[in-house]
Nanobody, 115 residues
């Protein structure tokens, strides 16, 4: 099982990024998936999730209306489109299965929102 997150970068407030998560080693299309983020010194929190088909999504209040989660089951890839980024979005972003038990975590991708 492996998750490889990518797409993080340094971006100015108000900017946009698109994160990708390439998944392997399990039947990706059978599971609800989610994005999580962890800021320095803080716990890892769920940001956005979607069902196995992508038909139902859920967002943390802090990102609702700004972030969009999607998936490509043909290519075992999860996406997170992030718009109108704020400094408080700065964190390492991870993907994983929505339900516990979680699969082994990837390294994540760093998103830094700063002038």
């Amino acid at each position: 099982v492996q998750f490889v997150e990518s797409g993080g970068d340094l971006v100015q407030p108000g900017g946009s990024l698109r994160l990708s998560c390439a998944a392997s080693g399990f039947t990706f299309s059978s599971f609800g998936m989610a994005w999580f983020r962890q800021a320095p010194g803080k716990e890892r929190l769920l940001v956005a999730s979607l069902t196995s088909t992508g038909s139902v999504t859920h967002y943390a209040d802090s990102v609702k209306g700004r972030f969009t989660v999607s998936r490509d089951n043909n290519n075992n890839t999860l996406y997170l489109q992030m718009n109108t980024l704020k400094p408080e979005d700065t964190a390492v972003y991870f993907c994983n299965r929505l339900l516990t038990p979680r699969l082994p975590w990837g390294l994540g991708t760093q998103v830094t929102v700063s002038l």
